[in-house]
């Protein structure tokens, strides 16, 4: 399986002259919890940054900035950390481990964004997969053999066997 295969395409995305407030707005109409920040060369959009929920928590709303008036370029993470497209989800969960990040912007060969993956995307397609195997998992029991055959006990005949370890009978 690839990354193409679970990550969310046609994501939103913001300049970084964009206001904060706007990228907020943005990401509230899309339910995400980021955007990347995208420019424009020969009409080809160039990824040049990230803004995150937290971004916008911890850099704006914590530091009393003024949501018209601030940047995204202010407020954006750079460099972004990217995955291609065609790689393994092993590969992409090393990569959130090895670097702590929450989401990963999907690159084509040319760089160009092709979508979002986050953690929780793993995370959810890990746990589906495992849900599925164990419910295709049949529980095996297995018996020791009787030295006498496959006769079964008739525990009126045997109760002895059916007492405490710790009892003594005579």
Known sequence: MRVADLMTANVADCSPEDSIRLAALRMNERRCGCLPVTVCDDGEKRLVGIVTDRDLACRAVAEGLDPENT?????????????????????CAERFS??????LVVVDAD????????????????????????????????????????????????????????????
Request: glycine share 4%.
């Open 71 to 91: 940047q995204v370029a202010l407020c954006m993470s750079f460099p972004v950390q990217t995955i291609a497209r065609d790689a393994d989800l092993c590969e």
């Open 98 to 103: 090895t670097l702590g990040v929450r989401r």
């Open 111 to 170: 760089n160009r964004c092709q979508g979002i993956i986050s953690r929780a995307d793993l995370y959810r397609f890990i746990t589906d997969q495992s849900a599925d195997e164990q419910a295709q998992t049949t529980p095996q029991v297995a018996t020791a053999p009787s030295p006498t055959g496959p006769e079964t006990v008739d525990d009126a005949n045997h109760s002895d066997a059916l007492l405490p370890a710790h009892e003594n009978r005579r």
